[in-house]
């Protein structure tokens, strides 16, 4: 197909879900939304718009000793227009290059050397203390949080630690006033690039063995709520960063098959993540 229609059919696809657009050559793309419903519009959730903040930076974005006024003043706007704030999963690839260390207070943070094409490259390493989580006081009243937590690492020991911080910060009387929720612990991030984008795992690492991983790791992780009974936590597990969409390689069916849910941890996933 030529470019030019390949446009054309780009648009009138785009049409046909109610957004025209015009593109011409080194000129910002225009994008008009028809401003009256079309007659199969249906209404959205109120916290459809919700955000993914990369871990390593969230203190820049929520504060540390004070609340950061600007990022609070854009979902104070989001949650005027929508009725409820926006959702907010704290993770990425980050995540799994966290471990939690007594010995700091917020965050240390080792990043990669910045490249043209990789303004801001994401963490190689890094410690979180107790207060990095507590920040999450500084999110407007009845946020819904999702915290990641690092599986790749598979030390069970540091993530029944890792996750009781997390756990402890909502726990505050503070957080608990605002009526602000961890919601769910996203376990790990994108697994299946483990062995492929990075040097977490090697290149057999596979789905039947990230289920092997997950039911060993997160069952000895999740007996926290010994500690924290009022806590039923729900867990994000998955998280791939494409589909195979068959049952070999990495799909939430092939994870399914395995019996990923076939575990006390795997009966608390509550949602699935795939990108594509
Ligand atoms: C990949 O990692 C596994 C588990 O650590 C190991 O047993 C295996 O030998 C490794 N394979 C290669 C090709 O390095
Ligand atoms: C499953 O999907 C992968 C990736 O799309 C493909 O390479 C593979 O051949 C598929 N396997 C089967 C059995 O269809």
């Given amino acids: 197909m030529t470019p030019s229609r390949r446009l054309a059919r780009l648009t009138t696809l785009a049409c046909t879900v109610g957004v025209c657009f015009s593109l011409a050559k080194e000129a910002p793309m225009e994008i008009a939304i028809l401003h009256d419903l079309t007659s199969g519009a249906r209404p959205v959730e109120p916290d459809l718009f919700s955000l ?12 540390s000793t004070t609340r950061n006024d600007f990022f609070f003043n854009v979902l104070d706007n989001l949650q005027q227009l929508t009725g409820v704030p926006p959702r907010i999963r704290v993770g990425g690839k980050s995540q799994d290059v966290a471990y939690i260390d007594p010995n700091i207070q917020w965050a240390s943070v080792s990043f990669a050397k910045p490249t043209p ?6 963490a190689l390493v890094m410690r979180v203390g107790t207060r990095f989580y507590s920040s999450a006081r500084f ?5 819904q949080v999702v915290h990641g937590l690092n599986f790749a690492s598979t030390d069970d020991m540091r993530g029944f630690f890792h996750l009781a911080s997390i756990v402890n910060a909502f726990t505050s009387a503070e957080i608990r006033k605002a009526g602000i929720v961890l919601d769910a612990i996203e376990i790990g991030n994108e697994p299946d690039a483990y062995g492929t984008t990075s040097t977490l795992r090697n290149s057999s690492y596979d789905s039947s063995k990230y289920v092997t991983e ?13 500690v924290y009974p009022e806590f039923k936590l729900k867990l994000w597990g998955g998280s791939l960063s ?8 990495w ?7 395995q019996g990923l849910l076939n575990s006390a941890a795997g009966e608390r996933i509550s949602t699935w993540v795939t990108m594509t």
């Fill in 52 to 63: 993914s903040i990369e871990q390593d930076r969230w203190l820049d974005w929520v504060g």
């Fill in 117 to 122: 094409s990789m303004p801001y490259p994401e």
């Fill in 139 to 143: 999110l407007p009243e009845k946020t």
């Fill in 214 to 226: 997950w039911q060993t790791w997160a069952g000895n992780v999740l007996p926290i709520e010994q």
């Fill in 242 to 249: 494409r589909s195979s969409h068959n049952l070999t390689g």
């Fill in 251 to 257: 799909s939430p069916q092939a994870l399914l098959d």
